[in-house]
């Protein structure tokens, strides 16, 4: 792998949008899946992006760790491994071709769920709290972590279905990402997409990725729970579109 300081300076901006994601606004690690896909390749780029995940979740819990509960990580767990699984299996043969619209089209289908909250709130709110809505939103969000680590904006599309306050959703999600990233870590190195060049790399970026962290956890700490929603949901669309159609 030959790093240029084109290179070098591309994934410095993955790893500041990495770390703003991981602080709550999860669209915009959409930029670095864009990024590091076009630089190294769609099934290349999980051994960069994987690692850098891991580490921000380490930076990012105890930052968050005050909101939040383990309690509300479990209901969704069981079925985000089905999705893991089934997205192990997809990611062997699926060409990077298929990869991204996939991803984009279930983001897609959240926000919408998301826009029709804002005009059916009893009846969509209803709907997500039932097993059957948590257990398809958790599913697809297992799927979308493994083809793309794009599964932010699912989550916190899911969480905001069900009302949750901002600071609460990033807690739990904090938490929820820590365990299934560390769960991913073997299979993605059985995969030889992680190596010691992809490591090295990874921990080079650990400056930027802290400045993303706690610049984006500044911000949201300021802006009001309704703006919040509306950047989810505007990075959230942003992000499916260019995902599945570009």
Known sequence: ?????????????????????????????????FILADTFGAKE????????????????YPAFRKYGSWKQVWPIFIPALVGLALGFYLLKDLPDALM???????????????LLRTIYRERIEKMAHTKSFAFTAATS????????????????????????????????????FLVINLIKLPFNASLNLI?????????????????????????????????FEHIVLITAIIAGCKLTFL
Not at 148 to 176: D, H, V
């Open 1 to 33: 792998m030959i790093l240029t300081p084109t290179t070098m300076l591309f994934l410095a901006i993955a790893a500041l949008c990495i770390g703003l994601s991981k602080a709550g606004f999860s669209g915009i690690s959409l930029i670095s899946v």
């Open 45 to 60: 780029s999980l051994g960069i992006a994987l690692p850098l995940l891991i580490l921000a979740d380490i930076i990012v």
């Open 100 to 114: 991204r619209p996939v991803i984009g089209i279930i983001i897609l289908c959240m926000a919408l769920l998301q």
């Open 141 to 176: 969000g297992g799927v979308a972590t493994v083809l793309a680590n794009a599964a932010g904006p699912i989550y916190q599309l899911y969480f905001l279905s069900i009302s949750l306050p901002k600071m609460e959703l990033i807690g739990i999600c904090a938490r929820f």
């Open 195 to 227: 190596n010691q060049e992809t490591i090295i790399i990874n921990l080079c970026l650990i400056p930027v990725l802290a400045i993303g962290i706690f610049t984006g956890k500044k911000i949201l700490t300021k802006i009001p729970q309704k703006m």
